[in-house]
C-alpha cells in the first residue's frame, strides 16, 4: 500500500478530535520501511562529471545560535595529514520541512527520499513525506494542505507539469519552496536544483558515438533512441541533447526512438521490444533512464543479443541513470556507460537552502551567475555519521554547480552528475551502492 493520505481522511480524523490537522498529515505521511522494501525501478538521470570528487571542505555558515565547532584530522593524497577545525552550523530550531515526490514504488525515488530523510534525521530537522503514488492530481491537493499548513519548507519533485498548479499555491501562501529533479513551469519559485539534462543527453550520445568509432573505425550505425517522459523537463531535454549531437554525424541513423510517460519501467519494455521487433538488431541504444536502461538489459537478453564490450556482437548501450539493477551490468561491459545524476544528494541540499531561507531570509538563495562550491554547502560536516556504514555526502559528486536562469522563469542550480563505467561503478557516492546497504532488499 502506498504510503499517503487523502485530504477525506485528514477531515474524518479532525472530526474525531483525536488529532490536530499537522499531527494528521504528519502521521499519515511519515513513511514506514516496509512499505518500500518491494521498490523496483527508477526514473530520471545526471550529467557528466567524469571523476570522483574530493571529500567536502567546510568554511563558516552565519546561522542565528551560535555553531558548534569540532576539530578533525583531515588526511589529503600525497599530503601530510593536517589538523583543521571547522565550523559547521547548527540550525536555531527543528524546522519543520515536508517533501514531495512522485513516488515511493521506484528505488531512484527511495533514494531520494531517503538521502533527505537521513540527513533531516542527523541535522534534527522534522521531516514529513507526502507520497501521490504517481497521481498529479492528489500531488496539488497535498500543496494545498501544505499552503494551508505553511511549514517552514517544502521540497517537491512533480510528478508531471501539471503539478506547477500546486508549486503555485505554495508559493503564493509564502511557504519557502524549492523544486528538486523535475522542473515546473511556473516562474514564482525560487530555485529549482537539478543536473544539466541537455548536457548529459549530449554527454552520453557523445559516448555512444565514441564506441561506434571505436567498433567500426568511424562514427556509424543504427541506433535506437529509448526516452523518458517527453512532457516533462528533465525528459525532453535529455533527448533533444542526445539527437543534437547525433545529427552531426550522417552515417549514425535513428532508426526507432519512443517514450515512456512517467518514466515508467514497464512502458520502455514493451516499446524497446516492439522497435526491435520491428528494426532488428541496432548497433547501439541510447537510454534516457534507469527503466530504459533495465528494459534495454531484459530485452536484449531475451532476443539472444546481450553480449559484452569486445565482443563483435555487443550492442553499444549508454545513457542516463545507473540504478542497482543494471549497475552490474555496467561492471560486466553490457552497458557501456551511464551518466548518474547526484540524487542522494538533491534533498539535502534544498533543505539546507531552505534552513538558511529561514535564517538569513531570501537573499540567502543562490542567484544566476552564482557558482555553488563543495565548501558553501557542508553537507557531510552536518550530517557526518554513516548509515549502516556508509555515508555519501562526504564525496560531494554534485559540485560545482553552476546558476543560472531556467527556461521556465526560474534560478536552476546544475549539479554535476557522474560518469558510472566498468571503473567507477563502485564509488560510494552513487545510488546504486548506497541503497542496497540501506535496504538490502533493493538490488
Request: hydrophobic share 40%; aromatic share 8%; net charge neutral.
Amino acid at each position: 500500500m502506498s504510503p499517503e493520505i487523502e485530504e477525506k481522511d485528514l477531515q474524518e480524523l479532525l472530526k474525531k478530535k483525536k488529532i490536530s490537522r499537522r499531527k494528521a498529515l504528519s502521521t499519515a505521511g511519515k513513511v514506514a520501511i516496509s512499505a518500500i522494501v518491494a521498490g523496483v525501478i527508477a526514473g530520471a538521470g545526471g550529467y557528466f562529471a567524469g571523476s570522483a570528487a574530493a571529500p567536502t571542505k567546510v568554511k563558516t555558515v552565519t546561522f542565528t545560535q551560535p555553531p558548534k565547532t569540532v576539530t578533525k584530522t583531515v588526511t589529503m593524497t600525497a599530503t601530510p595529514t593536517a589538523t583543521t577545525t571547522s565550523v559547521v552550523p547548527t540550525p536555531k530550531k527543528a524546522y519543520s520541512m515536508y517533501y514531495s515526490p512522485p513516488n515511493l514504488m521506484e528505488d531512484w525515488h527511495i533514494a531520494c527520499w531517503q538521502g533527505g530523510l537521513q540527513w533531516a534525521k542527523q541535522v534534527g530537522l522534522d521531516f514529513t513525506t507526502l507520497d501521490p503514488n504517481n497521481d498529479p492530481a492528489r500531488q496539488i491537493d497535498y500543496c494545498k494542505t501544505v499552503a494551508e499548513l505553511k511549514p517552514d519548507g517544502f521540497v517537491m519533485i512533480p510528478v508531471d507539469p501539471t503539478a506547477s498548479a500546486g508549486a503555485d499555491l505554495v508559493v503564493e501562501a509564502g511557504v519557502p519552496m524549492i523544486v528538486v529533479d523535475r522542473d515546473v513551469t511556473t516562474p514564482k519559485v525560487k530555485l529549482f536544483i537539478a543536473f544539466d539534462s541537455y548536457k548529459a543527453g549530449q554527454e552520453s550520445a557523445k559516448l555512444l558515438v565514441k564506441k561506434l568509432e571505436e567498433k567500426y573505425g568511424t562514427p556509424k550505425g543504427k541506433v535506437i533512441l529509448s526516452h523518458g517522459d517527453l512532457s516533462s523537463v528533465p525528459g525532453r531535454d535529455r533527448g533533444n541533447g542526445a539527437k543534437d549531437v547525433l545529427k552531426e554525424y550522417p552515417d549514425i541513423e535513428i532508426v526507432n526512438e519512443h517514450e515512456s510517460p512517467h518514466f515508467m519501467v514497464e512502458t520502455s519494455l514493451e516499446r524497446l521490444r516492439a522497435a526491435l521487433e520491428s528494426v532488428g538488431k541496432p548497433d547501439a541504444i541510447w537510454v534516457g533512464y534507469t527503466g530504459a536502461g533495465i528494459a534495454a538489459m531484459k530485452n536484449l537478453e531475451a532476443m539472444g543479443w546481450l553480449k559484452p564490450a569486445g565482443d563483435p556482437e555487443h550492442v553499444i548501450v549508454a545513457g542516463i541513470d545507473c540504478s542497482p539493477a543494471i549497475k552490474d551490468n555496467v561492471k560486466q561491459g553490457y552497458i557501456d556507460g551511464l551518466i548518474d545524476q547526484p540524487n542522494l544528494f538533491y534533498v539535502p541540499l534544498a533543505l539546507y537552502f531552505l534552513i538558511k531561507w529561514n535564517e538569513e531570509g531570501e537573499k540567502a538563495i543562490p542567484k544566476p551567475g552564482d557558482v555553488v562550491k563543495a565548501e558553501d554547502v557542508p553537507l557531510y560536516e552536518m550530517a557526518p555519521k554513516p548509515i549502516k556504514g556508509i555515508n555519501p555526502w562526504k564525496h560531494p559528486i554534485w559540485a560545482p554547480a553552476e546558476v543560472v536562469m531556467a527556461k521556465t522563469g526560474h534560478p536552476q542550480m546544475k549539479c554535476k552528475g557522474f560518469l558510472v563505467t566498468k571503473e567507477t561503478a563502485d564509488h560510494p557516492s552513487i545510488f546504486a551502492n548506497v541503497l542496497p546497504k540501506w535496504f538490502p532488499l533493493i538490488k
